[in-house]
């Protein structure tokens, strides 16, 4: 027998009680840690019920008046096709809850997270019981106020391509009157020419008189001429035109659908990376304060302390410098 | 080390090497919990100190960038919050920083306002902060030119502030000194500054010890001895330039300026106040 074996297992036995009671304080403190944390909080089941599961996710807060209560434990669907959510609340705040409470869906500001909110009712009933059911309502967001403009614009846009239409008819009355101007003209010229020739043929006394008024009536229809080749010009340019405007609009068309479509991607994007980010931010500040406030971590984290602004006998400012 | 511990017959065999492996695990955990229990643990700080301690700090920060109407609403949500869980200390710091911010914007009134909350507290405040208030409100007079009532709050002062430990000695004697000047009294204001600077290069406070030195020339120059002003003012400059301080560069400039003129050097006297006019125009451009 080894003349040492006895002092080295009485050392092997000292070294395992103090490895056990270091694995004992160990298993403590993170039970604190989880315990502060609310890892131990009771907990209120509560239930509601939603045509549709857009928007709802397991983990979203559940607040009331700006608080968080409780979150969003379960999404499922039910046989009869509707979705049951289950909440979870901390008991502690159920008092605020009453049996005729309602739950909306709706988000933090125009693009923040989607949340749950409780609305207490009026009737001033009991609060909720465990396992209550909620009514359910989904306020409106930033997509459904885009399809309603979205709704109010199309009528606009419709009525646009009929006026287009019927000014582009070579039947209507717009063309009608072009040609009818057309007419007119061609008339006007004619009637200019015979008045001419009449006036040349009339007596030579008055020649002068009919020269000026010759003059007159040629300047006329000159201006004539020009108002028939401006119709001329405008009725070949016209359908052209039209066809541009019509064009346009239906390319106003696409480009309005190609935003409304930006604007749902966005919607059901950005409030997620928004919510993913403060999500993590959020997580970040709880480990962060959890570490600084833990046992451990208050010895090597220093807390902050108001300081004073140093007093500097110069603030008074120089004397002889004045 | 810990194999050094043990006799070399120890050091032997595989069961001794475990004994060894486990005692080197438990030396670990111990350090550990040992590093864990340092000094007394502290208490965690409750949200409303921190969040006052943050409004503090931003406080600070917003006077460093100059923006004092920010930096008053600051230091009074931290006040608020220092005065809802009767935090004594947090209560006289944001006080008298406040009547410092008011002293800036010009509103002396409500400076002394602050200040009085302090002073008419009794014995609840630390006496390190009673002084603190008794200083800057002596300040105030001071800046105001009423020298009477700023000596009046100077003595009060240096009831509290007799020995080293207070830590606005330095600060309290250069203010007498100053305050001495203004009564061209510059043989007291120079006794008084080399006390100071005495007091300020022990604590290496080197603002208030380059204040000291220029306080020391300044009554030179008052007491017509234009060369013995030259050396606390080089000194003091070179203080002011390490710490970036244009203003009082641009003063120590004028102090040399008016030092070499008393000599006679014109063209020297010129130049320091070529070069003083060139560091108040830049500071202005930054402002």
Same mark, same amino acid.
């Given at each position: 027998?080894?003349?040492?074996?006895?002092?080295?297992?009485?050392?092997?036995?000292?070294?395992?009680?103090?490895?056990?009671?270091?694995?004992?304080?160990?298993?403590?403190?993170? %039970?604190?840690?989880?315990?502060?944390?609310?890892?131990?909080?009771?907990?209120?089941?509560?239930?509601?019920?939603?045509?549709s599961?857009d928007g709802?996710?397991?983990?979203?807060?559940?607040?009331?008046?700006?608080?968080?209560?409780?979150?969003?434990?379960?999404?499922?669907?039910?046989?009869?096709?509707?979705?049951?959510?289950?909440?979870?609340?901390?008991?502690?705040?159920?008092?605020?809850?009453?049996?005729?409470?309602?739950?909306?869906l709706?988000k933090?500001?125009m693009?923040?997270?989607?949340?749950?909110?409780?609305?207490?009712?009026?009737?001033?009933?009991?609060?909720?019981?465990?396992?209550?059911?909620?009514?359910?309502?989904r306020l409106r967001d930033f997509n459904n106020i885009a399809e309603e403009l979205a709704g109010q614009i199309q009528p606009i846009l419709?009525?646009?391509?009929?006026?287009?239409?019927?000014?582009?008819?070579?039947?209507?009355?717009?063309?009608?009157?072009?040609?009818?101007?057309?007419?007119?003209?061609?008339?006007?010229?004619?009637?200019?020419?015979?008045?001419?020739?009449?006036?040349?043929?009339?007596? #030579?006394?008055?020649?002068?008189?009919?020269?000026?008024?010759?003059?007159?009536? &040629?300047?006329?229809?000159?201006?004539?001429?020009?108002? &028939?080749?401006?119709?001329?010009?405008?009725?070949?340019?016209?359908?052209?035109?039209?066809?541009?405007?019509?064009?346009?609009?239906?390319?106003?068309r696409?480009?309005t659908a190609n935003i409304k479509k930006i604007t749902e991607e966005g919607v059901e994007?950005?409030?997620?990376?928004?919510?993913?980010?403060?999500?993590?931010?959020?997580?970040?500040?709880?480990?962060?304060?959890?570490?600084?406030?833990?046992?451990?971590?208050?010895?090597?984290?220093?807390?902050?302390?108001?300081?004073?602004?140093?007093?500097?006998?110069?603030?008074? %400012?120089?004397?002889?410098?004045? | 080390?810990?194999?050094?511990?043990?006799?070399?017959?120890?050091?032997?065999?595989?069961?001794?090497?475990?004994?060894?492996?486990?005692?080197?695990?438990?030396?670990?955990?111990?350090?550990?919990?040992?590093?864990?229990?340092? &000094?007394?643990?502290?208490?965690?700080?409750?949200?409303?100190?921190?969040?006052?301690?943050?409004?503090?700090?931003? %406080?600070?920060?917003?006077?460093?960038?100059?923006?004092?109407?920010?930096?008053?609403?600051?230091?009074?949500?931290?006040?608020?919050?220092?005065?809802?869980?009767?935090?004594?200390?947090?209560?006289?710091?944001?006080?008298?920083?406040?009547?410092?911010?008011? #002293?800036?914007?010009?509103?002396?009134?409500?400076?002394?306002?602050?200040?009085?909350?302090?002073?008419?507290?009794?014995?609840?405040?630390?006496?390190?902060?009673?002084?603190?208030?008794?200083?800057?409100?002596?300040?105030?007079?001071?800046?105001?030119?009423?020298?009477?009532?700023?000596?009046?709050?100077?003595?009060?002062?240096?009831?509290?502030?007799?020995?080293?430990?207070?830590?606005?000695? %330095?600060?309290?004697?250069?203010?007498?000194?100053?305050?001495?000047?203004?009564?061209?009294?510059?043989?007291?204001?120079?006794?008084?500054?080399?006390?100071?600077? &005495?007091?300020?290069?022990?604590?290496?406070?080197?603002?208030?010890?380059?204040?000291?030195?220029?306080?020391?020339?300044?009554?030179?120059?008052?007491?017509?001895?234009?060369?013995?002003?030259?050396?606390?003012?080089?000194?003091?400059?070179?203080?002011?330039?390490?710490?970036?301080?244009?203003?009082?560069?641009?003063?120590?400039?004028?102090?040399?300026?008016?030092?070499?003129?008393?000599?006679?050097?014109?063209?020297?006297?010129?130049?320091?106040?070529?070069?003083?006019?060139?560091?108040?125009?830049?500071?202005?451009?930054?402002?």
């Open positions: 027998m080894d003349l040492d074996s006895v002092p080295q297992r009485k050392l092997r036995w000292q070294a395992l009680w103090f490895v056990l009671a270091a694995l004992l304080l160990l298993g403590a403190l993170l %039970g604190g840690v989880a315990w502060k944390q609310g890892t131990f909080a009771k907990t209120t089941q509560l239930f509601f019920f939603a045509k599961a709802m996710n397991k983990g979203m807060a559940v607040k009331f008046r700006g608080f968080r209560i409780g979150t969003v434990e379960e999404i499922s669907l039910e046989p009869n096709g509707s979705v049951k959510v289950r909440l979870l609340i901390n008991s502690a705040h159920t008092r605020f809850v009453p049996q005729d409470s309602t739950a909306h709706t933090e500001g693009i923040g997270a989607s949340i749950i909110e409780i609305e207490a009712g009026a009737t001033g009933a009991s609060p909720v019981a465990n396992n209550g059911v909620l009514a359910f309502t419709n009525d646009v391509k009929k006026i287009t239409v019927m000014v582009n008819d070579p039947d209507g009355e717009l063309r009608q009157t072009i040609k009818n101007l057309n007419t007119l003209s061609a008339a006007l010229l004619e009637t200019r020419q015979e008045l001419s020739h009449l006036v040349q043929n009339t007596d #030579q006394g008055l020649d002068r008189t009919f020269g000026r008024l010759d003059t007159v009536i &040629g300047n006329a229809g000159e201006r004539l001429d020009q108002v &028939g080749a401006s119709l001329k010009t405008l009725n070949e340019k016209l359908p052209d035109l039209m066809l541009k405007v019509d064009t346009s609009l239906d390319n106003a696409a480009a994007q950005v409030p997620g990376i928004l919510r993913d980010g403060k999500a993590a931010a959020e997580d970040t500040r709880e480990v962060l304060g959890g570490v600084k406030n833990s046992w451990l971590g208050r010895s090597f984290v220093p807390a902050p302390t108001e300081t004073l602004i140093p007093l500097d006998s110069h603030d008074s %400012g120089s004397v002889s410098g004045k | 080390m810990i194999a050094a511990a043990y006799p070399a017959s120890r050091r032997s065999g595989p069961a001794q090497r475990a004994t060894r492996a486990g005692s080197a695990w438990s030396c670990v955990l111990a350090i550990l919990l040992l590093a864990a229990c340092a &000094g007394a643990p502290k208490d965690p700080q409750n949200a409303r100190l921190a969040q006052a301690a943050d409004y503090n700090r931003r %406080g600070e920060a917003a006077l460093r960038q100059g923006d004092h109407r920010k930096a008053l609403a600051l230091y009074e949500a931290a006040l608020r919050i220092d005065l809802s869980v009767e935090n004594l200390d947090g209560v006289a710091i944001n006080s008298i920083n406040l009547a410092r911010l008011h #002293q800036m914007l010009g509103e002396n009134a409500r400076a002394h306002q602050r200040l009085d909350a302090v002073l008419g507290g009794g014995e609840i405040f630390s006496r390190e902060y009673i002084a603190a208030a008794r200083l800057r409100k002596a300040m105030l007079y001071q800046a105001a030119n009423d020298l009477d009532a700023a000596a009046s709050w100077a003595a009060q002062t240096a009831d509290l502030c007799r020995d080293s430990a207070c830590i606005w000695q %330095g600060t309290l004697l250069n203010l007498r000194a100053r305050l001495a000047l203004a009564r061209g009294d510059f043989a007291a204001a120079l006794t008084l500054a080399g006390q100071a600077l &005495g007091v300020n290069r022990g604590r290496d406070a080197r603002e208030e010890a380059a204040n000291s030195l220029r306080l020391q020339a300044e009554a030179r120059i008052g007491q017509k001895e234009f060369a013995a002003a030259l050396a606390p003012l080089d000194e003091a400059l070179a203080l002011d330039k390490a710490l970036g301080l244009p203003e009082r560069i641009e003063q120590d400039l004028q102090r040399l300026a008016d030092a070499h003129a008393g000599l006679g050097h014109v063209d020297e006297a010129r130049a320091l106040r070529t070069r003083a006019a060139r560091v108040a125009r830049q500071e202005m451009k930054i402002d």
